[in-house]
C-alpha cells in the first residue's frame, strides 16, 4: 500500500506562489500523480496529473523529480479563494487491471489577505 | 450536466438498522469508488468498482458492502451500521483508473453526512 505524506497545514498571503510538496517513496512505475483540491463540505475537485518532470496547467504546475519519489504542487499568486485542503494522491496497482488508492491526508492551505 | 449524485445528502440512524447511500453518474464512466472523510484521516478507500459486477477492497472495507449491476450506480450498503461508521462518504467516478493513466480524472459526488447513534 503506497504511502504519501505531505504537511499538514500551510498559511501563504495573497499574491505569493505557495509550494506544497508530497513524498511518495513507493510510487510504481506505471502510477501518476494526481492532485485534488477540497473546499469545505464539497467534494473534492481534480487540479492536476502528472507522470515525471514538470506539468503546468492554468491553475497550477507540478513538478516531478527524476526518481518520483516526491511532487511539488505549485499554485502561482495565490488568492483568498485557493484557501483549501489539498490532496496528494498515488495509484498502486493491487492485481490484474485493479487500482487501490491511497490518499494522503491533505494540507490545508489558508491564505491570508 | 455531467455529474456524480449521490443520495441522501443527510442521514441519521441508530445502531443496526440497514441502510443504502445511492451513488449515480451520467458519463458512462468505467471506475467507481467510496470513500469516507474523517477528521485527520484525510480520504480513505472504502471499496472500488472496475466495471459492472466488478469490486475490490479499498483502505477500510470492514462493515461496508456494495454491488455494481449497472454501469452508472455504484450503491454503499451499511448491513448493520455502527456509531464508528459516522462519516462523510463521497462517491466518485473515473473514465479509467485513476492513479494508473493520464485521463483518470475523478469526479466526486457532493458527499452524505452520515451519523449512527
Not at chain 1, 527524476?66 to 495565490?78: E, F, G, I, M, Q
Not at chain 2, 449497472?70 to 462517491?91: A, D, G, H, M, V
Request: hydrophobic content about 30%; charged content about 15%.
Amino acid at each position: 500500500l503506497a504511502k504519501t505524506t505531505q504537511p499538514i497545514s500551510m498559511d501563504s498571503y495573497e499574491g505569493q506562489e505557495v509550494n506544497i510538496t508530497c513524498s511518495h517513496n513507493n510510487i510504481a512505475t506505471n502510477d501518476y500523480i494526481t492532485w485534488y483540491q477540497q473546499f469545505p463540505s464539497q467534494g473534492p475537485r481534480f487540479i492536476i496529473q502528472g507522470y515525471k518532470t514538470k506539468v503546468t496547467n492554468e491553475v497550477a504546475s507540478l513538478f516531478i523529480p527524476a526518481d518520483r519519489k516526491s511532487s511539488t504542487l505549485s499554485l502561482p499568486r495565490v488568492s483568498l479563494s485557493d484557501t483549501a485542503v489539498y490532496y496528494c494522491l498515488v495509484g498502486v496497482r493491487s492485481g490484474a487491471g485493479s487500482y487501490q488508492l491511497t490518499f494522503g491526508k491533505g494540507t490545508k492551505l489558508s491564505v491570508i489577505p | 450536466e455531467a455529474q456524480v449524485t449521490q443520495n441522501p445528502r443527510y442521514l441519521i440512524t441508530v445502531t443496526g438498522k440497514k441502510l443504502t447511500v445511492t451513488c449515480s453518474q451520467n458519463m458512462n464512466h468505467e471506475y467507481m469508488s467510496w470513500y469516507r472523510q474523517d477528521p485527520g484521516l484525510g480520504l480513505r478507500q472504502i471499496y472500488y468498482s472496475m466495471n459492472v459486477e466488478v469490486t475490490d477492497k479499498g483502505d477500510v472495507p470492514e462493515g461496508y458492502k456494495v454491488s455494481r449491476k449497472e454501469k452508472r450506480n455504484f450503491p454503499l450498503i451499511l448491513e448493520s451500521p455502527s456509531p464508528n461508521q459516522t462519516s462523510l462518504y463521497f462517491c466518485a467516478s473515473s473514465l479509467t483508473p485513476p492513479g494508473g493513466a493520464a485521463s483518470g480524472e475523478q469526479f466526486f459526488g457532493p458527499g452524505t453526512r452520515l451519523t449512527v447513534l
